[in-house]
């Protein structure tokens, strides 16, 4: 499979939902999780492979350092529910890619969801999802499109 992921929450709430989300980067294939203005991780009994040990965690201080920091040619991807978001059942995922997906209470302010190249929502779905079960949703979604 070419290019790379990485897959990063927006302010998170709980350290459980980083530790979840580690573990399926790691299934998955991430290049890196990552953090958006949040304290340091703490290992999370959520995080059972211990990803840490194997997969870059990395913290931004806003969108701006995470944005300043972004690889060449890398896109960034807001995946929450708007009005101009594609659903990820049509979603073509980009070779080279930034997941940036919201906290589990406020989501990803507009502000935020602006400065994203591309935007993609989960839908069908009655209620919003975990932020850690949408990202596994969300990397599920690139590793089936792309064969694997």
């Known amino acids: 499979m070419r290019g790379y992921f990485c897959v990063g929450i927006w302010q998170p709430k709980f350290e459980v939902n980083v530790g979840g989300v580690l573990r399926s980067a790691q299934s998955f294939g991430a290049a890196m999780v990552f953090t958006v203005g949040h304290r340091k991780y703490v290992r999370q009994a959520t995080d059972t492979s211990k990803a840490f040990l194997h997969l870059p965690l990395m913290r931004f201080a806003d969108i701006e350092d995470l944005i300043v920091h972004l690889p060449h040619s890398c ?74």
């Not at 930034?98 to 602006?114: K, R």
């Not at 994203?116 to 690139?142: F, P, Q």
């Open 75 to 148: 896109v960034l991807v807001g995946v929450e529910m708007c009005p101009d978001a594609q659903p990820l059942r049509e979603f073509v995922h980009p070779e080279r890619a930034c997941y940036l997906l919201g906290a589990e209470d406020a989501g990803i302010p507009l502000g935020v969801l602006v400065r994203c190249h591309r935007r993609a929502e989960i839908t069908g779905g009655k209620w919003c999802l975990n932020v850690a079960s949408a990202a596994s949703i969300v990397m599920y979604d690139r590793a089936s499109k792309n064969g694997a």
